[in-house]
């Protein structure tokens, strides 16, 4: 960790316009990026008393190893670069508002031939209208009661084909819940016109499908065919009981966000209720710890930030109201930005009193409830984590916290197909984005400590070639980029580019404030870990330990897990260090261990299978996977392709002279495919055995 004195920028160089900022950890990475309306002060308030800051504010700090700011020319356009580099970066310390759960949809896919009706949850779809969130029982009962008077497709892509091919309808069909276009029961205009008003009913138009339902019930009755009336009175009553189940609770040409917050010193929860029509349509809601000291004001203009500026953005959920507890903070800049999105005036305000008032009350207590639950239900499982974490760090005698651990395993059939794997735990849970696997080959496949030697020393390898990339980017970005309020388009673009690994004069217009700036590389891996865990004893820990003093790391610790007892092994340690069996440390290296042999597994089956495939086409030069298959086919055996000539080869699609040429050479006498007189042994491709001729 990083003294904030060791970085403490001279107060006097900190200018006082508004601006944003970013701490830096020892890596180069962005851990932490803010916004103030006088840099000055607020960067001050962070290295005055570093001791009086707010826990996680305070680990920040500590964390960081550099901090950097651009000015700009007014708070909005700080609002626009701080929510471009949190979008961009994914700073570790920023506020997340994660969602407390995962609301379906009801789906309809009208860019499909025959729209389909289906539940769907996460990334929205091109060509498909959405409705909801719902909660699952409701959308469920919902969709349920809509297929009785819109019988809309709802089967999937597999039974429909089948339906197809035998000219028979699914269940649906036959209990008219579908209006069968499969058979052709209709035509696919008949049911696309279906799925139409099933989106318009769900768009609020249900008083007018009722009203002609009820004229043809009449009409049905007038010609007594009570048989046909009591059908349509049955569907008014359906549609009924879904139009009264989103109760109205505000004026019928109420478009809005009602969003509320419950918070406590570490935790908040929001909930929002969506109200279109005056009927609420759908209700969401986000989990958020606290990182730094944010007044209730700064709560919800991040919230709306993020909700807005993910969501909205791409799927036009935004309405022409937003009902927030508190007015935000900067709201005036907000509007303006939120007004960008929508491309209409966008209003946030704080309802005092009436209807309003009373459901942003029904809000708060739906966030009451939430983080009441979410801290019953995170209880359990954070508190056997930090358990686990903690015997661990003072079993094995660590002077850090175990906040990233790496494990690798090696996997083998008989010394052939050598393969190993990382997995990765980040407070005590996977991150499977930062797995990675290798192939190993030449004298490393040897045997297993040479492979977990030839591992480490590739992983870190790459990590002491990007921490040196880092630190040359480090010192491009030190001196911290001013500009005047005549000149911030050029500051801003600037330190996008810095940011970037870029150089700064290679300005655009508005380049900082465009969603679209290029990322930087993606690094082949991620920080180093505290702890490096590897499948095996003594002989695998103390080549993982070589592997390390080799390259000069000093900062990463080195622990073996041996099967067979489950004994914990250290580097140069004649004994091992024995884990009680009832220990949440033993678990948590027990999970992590059989994780990386599940993944190390999975990959060595997967190029093993590759192996087994082998063709003697695979070694022509320019001969691709269609072309090979182009000549398997016409030639019907590799045997047959050896023999024929340049202007046999030549007749099969796709391959000319140039290419025909290529494969006899390749299976001549002399060449890589063909026979050298000399008797080759034959091979097992599934265990490597040489087998004898």
């Known amino acids: 960790m990083a003294d904030p004195s060791s970085y403490r920028p001279q107060t006097g160089e900190i200018p006082t316009n508004p601006g944003v900022y970013r701490f830096r950890d020892p890596h180069g990475r962005v851990i932490y990026v803010g916004k103030a309306k006088n840099l000055r002060s607020r960067l001050n308030s962070y290295f005055a008393n570093p001791a ?45 508002f994660r969602d407390d759960k995962t609301y379906p949809y009801l789906a309809v896919t009208m860019g499909e031939k025959l729209p389909r009706v289906q539940v769907m949850r996460g990334e929205r779809r091109k060509g498909t209208r959405y409705f909801g969130p719902y909660t699952a029982g409701a959308i469920r009962e919902t969709m349920d009661t809509l297929l009785r008077v819109f019988p809309v497709r709802s089967c999937s892509a597999g039974v429909l084909k089948r339906a197809q091919a035998s000219g028979r309808p699914c269940l649906l069909g036959y209990i008219d819940k579908c209006s069968a276009p499969c058979v052709g029961r209709v035509t696919p205009e008949e049911h696309r016109a279906l799925a139409e008003d099933f989106c318009a009913f769900m768009g609020g138009e249900a008083k007018r499908f009722i009203a002609r339902l009820e004229k043809e019930m009449g009409a049905a009755v007038a010609i007594l065919d009570y048989e046909r009336a009591a059908r349509l009175r049955d569907d008014i009553t359906a549609l009924r009981k879904v139009f009264e189940r989103n109760a109205v609770v505000l004026a019928e040409d109420t478009d809005a966000d009602v969003f509320a917050l419950h918070e406590d010193e570490l935790e908040a929860a929001v909930q929002v209720f969506h109200v279109r029509g005056g009927r609420v349509r759908g209700q969401r809601g986000w989990v958020v710890e606290k990182v730094e000291d944010f007044t209730t004001p700064d709560l919800v203009e991040h919230l709306l930030q993020q909700v807005y500026g993910e969501d909205a953005e791409v799927q036009g959920r935004l309405p022409r109201e937003v009902l927030v507890p508190v007015e935000p903070s900067n709201a005036q800049d907000l509007a303006v930005w939120l007004a960008g999105i929508r491309g209409a005036k966008v209003d946030i305000r704080v309802p005092q009193r009436g209807d309003k008032a009373a459901l942003m009350s029904t809000v708060r207590e739906n966030a009451e409830h939430a983080l009441r639950l979410h801290k019953t239900r995170r209880a359990g499982d954070l508190t056997v984590r930090s358990q686990a974490l903690q015997e661990l760090q003072e079993a094995l005698e660590l002077p850090v916290p175990l906040l990233r651990i790496e494990c690798y395993d090696v996997s083998h059939v008989q010394g052939t197909n050598v393969v190993a794997s990382m997995v990765v735990v980040e407070d005590g849970l996977p991150k499977k984005s930062d797995y990675r696997k290798f192939s190993i080959t030449g004298a490393a496949a040897s045997d297993d400590t040479a492979a977990m030697h030839d591992v480490l020393t590739r992983r870190f390898r790459h990590y002491l070639m990007d921490k040196t990339a880092q630190v040359e980017e480090a010192e491009l970005v030190a001196t911290p980029a001013v500009a005047t309020a005549g000149a911030t388009g050029a500051a801003l673009a600037n330190g996008a580019a810095l940011a970037n690994g870029g150089t700064p004069g290679a300005t655009a217009p508005d380049a900082a404030l465009s969603d679209t700036t290029t990322p930087a590389p993606r690094a082949k891996f991620a920080y180093p870990p505290n702890l490096v865990v590897v499948d095996g004893g003594k002989p695998q820990v103390n080549a993982a330990a070589r592997a390390l003093e080799s390259l000069g790391i000093e ?8 099967k067979r007892l489950e004994e914990v092994w250290l580097p140069d340690s004649d004994f091992p260090v024995i884990l009680p069996r009832s220990s949440q440390g033993l678990y948590m290296l027990q999970r992590i261990r059989d994780e990386a042999h599940r993944f190390a597994i999975s990959f060595h089956r997967q190029k093993r299978g590759k192996a087994m495939t082998v063709s003697a086409l695979d070694g022509v030069p320019g001969l691709g996977d269609s072309k090979r298959k182009a000549l398997l086919a016409h030639f019907g055996s590799v045997k047959r392709i050896k023999a024929a000539s340049a202007e046999e080869l030549t007749a099969a699609k796709g391959v000319g002279p140039a290419l025909a040429a290529a494969i006899v050479t390749h299976f001549s006498p002399g060449g890589a495919g063909g026979d050298s007189g000399d008797t080759v042994p034959g091979i097992n491709m599934t265990t490597g055995e040489v087998l004898e001729t």
């Open 555 to 562: 900062d990463v610790y080195v622990v073996g897990l041996a």
């Open 52 to 96: 009086g800051l707010l826990p996680k504010t305070h680990a920040m700090v500590y964390a960081a190893s550099s901090v950097e700011w651009t000015v700009v020319g007014s708070e909005l356009e700080s609002l626009q670069l701080e929510y471009t580099w949190i979008k961009e970066f994914k700073p570790r310390f920023n506020v997340v």
